[in-house]
């Protein structure tokens, strides 16, 4: 499976991708299947939740994802308004009519099961959906295991996922087919390219170069407007903890010390951290996000970005892009080897992976070799191993936000301190990667995105 850029960022809704875009991209491919299969028995349908898609499914907003998912939608083209009062008849008429099917039941409140036993065997984040006759026979029952970053596969692509092992970088003819980090330094020395030439060159091979360059503006341009959202918004976040919105009276408060001269010594690093916590505040509220490469962790790339252009004289469009193809490379090279998922590997996964990336567009766009970009990434993601997934609540929220502030620091740092270096250090990134999937297979499930463990059980008393 190649993993392209636009994999690693896609465009979808909060708050989570692999609890709300993922299940509603495996309820809409299970109603694709049924439509191509043309089931003109189908009378109901019913789903069921397992692992940690049970445990926190309410807080990430998993049941209104599959509803929404049956309905027809998907992640990156939602009208929010249609969706609401498309939800809304659900509700009220209990069935689901679509296009080249018949009408069939969906009670919300009866055929959404969440079931809390063991996890389903292939990943901690499976659904399984069934189409049933008038006689209650079964018609199609498929599993689907969301494996994050609104990656969806099947239960036998799973399996041959597993059986194959890590993929190439790039699809077949591809000229630098790296699948870790070792390998993409080894081709950029015989090359003489960067990380991002390289996976410019495998990117062209599916697209011509103006597509590719205007789908990377595309992606900055949603991260961005994120940014500017959650900077311009205010109240409390849905899900009944009354967290604030911080990001927007915080950035005030940092435009009148820049105004007045009087910024603190760590004022820059609270600039990154109001970039991230505005981009996870929309994440929280349902608002649109880019994977980058979960939502969970979507703050940290666009605020390092941000905070690239904000503050290095001479940052240009053609940075953005050096710094998003730099650090969909790593990405992918982690996804491959390791995990992304939050319910699989705990945060390290998630906010760890975020950082490395963000590490490595920064070092990237500031000059550095390919040496020092695979240094900056393993110093991120050392510093996040053992790190674990305990939203209160089921929620993305705490400590989910502020992480990603703290995230976007460290990955700033780990730039910092590779471009000081020539690249030569002790641990390899392709070992730090393992260590963290090694870490992640030891870590209590309780600390793997189920909120039975650590923060989510440690609440305050009023």
């Avoid at 990955?411 to 990667?433: E, K, Q, S, W, Y």
Wanted: aromatic letters at 6%; proline letters at 5%; glycine letters at 10%.
């Amino acid at each position: 499976m190649f993993i392209s850029v636009f994999d690693v960022f896609k465009i979808g809704i909060g708050p989570s991708s692999s609890h709300t875009m993922g299940p509603m991209v495996a309820a809409s491919q299970f109603l694709s299947e049924l439509r191509d299969r043309s089931e003109k028995n189908v009378t109901r349908v019913r789903a069921s939740l397992y692992g940690s898609l049970a445990f926190t499914g309410k807080g990430h907003a998993t049941d209104r994802a599959v509803f929404l998912g049956l309905l027809g939608f998907t992640p990156d083209t939602l009208d929010a308004d249609l969706a609401e009062k498309c939800e809304a008849d659900l509700w009220r008429d209990k069935c689901i009519a679509p296009v080249g099917l018949p009408v069939f039941v969906f009670d919300p409140e009866t055929d959404l099961i969440y079931n809390y036993g063991p996890p389903l065997e292939g990943h901690a984040n499976g659904l399984k959906f069934v189409a049933l006759d008038e006689e209650g026979e079964t018609l199609l029952e498929r599993i689907y295991y969301s494996i994050g970053g609104g990656f969806v596969v099947e239960e036998a692509e799973l399996e041959a996922m597993n059986q194959s092992g890590a993929d190439d970088e790039a699809p077949s003819g591809a000229p630098y087919p790296f699948a870790t980090a070792k390998q993409m330094l080894e081709m950029g020395a015989s090359s003489k390219l960067s990380l991002a030439e390289m996976k410019r060159a495998n990117e062209l091979q599916t697209m011509d170069e103006p597509e590719l360059d205007s789908r990377l503006d595309q992606i900055w341009s949603i991260m961005n407007s994120c940014i500017e959202r959650g900077l311009a918004s205010e109240g409390e976040l849905p899900g009944g903890l009354k967290v604030k919105r911080r990001a927007a009276n915080l950035k005030s408060q940092l435009d009148c010390e820049r105004k007045s001269n009087s910024a603190p010594f760590e004022s820059a690093n609270e600039w990154l951290a109001v970039y991230a916590m505005a981009v996870n505040e929309e994440n929280a509220a349902g608002g649109q996000v880019v994977t980058a490469p979960t939502n969970g962790a979507a703050g940290v790339i666009p605020a390092v970005l941000r905070y690239y252009l904000d503050f290095y004289p001479g940052a240009d469009s053609e940075d953005i892009r050096i710094f998003l193809l730099t650090a969909s490379g790593i990405g992918g090279i982690i996804k491959k080897n390791a995990s992304i998922s939050g319910a699989e590997v705990g945060c390290q996964g998630e906010v760890g992976s975020a950082a490395a990336m963000a590490a490595a567009g920064l070092c990237a766009v500031r000059g550095g070799t390919n040496e020092q970009i695979e240094n900056a990434a393993e110093i991120a993601m050392e510093h996040h191993l053992g790190m674990t997934c305990d939203p209160v609540k089921g929620l993305v929220q705490v400590p989910c936000i502020e992480r990603n502030g703290l995230g976007a620091v460290k990955a700033v740092t780990a730039a910092a301190l590779a471009l000081r270096g020539d690249g030569t250090h002790f641990m390899p990134l392709d070992n730090c990667i393992e260590a963290m999937r090694q870490t992640g297979i030891d870590m209590s499930t309780r600390y793997k995105e189920t909120s039975t463990g650590g923060l989510s059980v440690n609440l305050p008393e009023c």
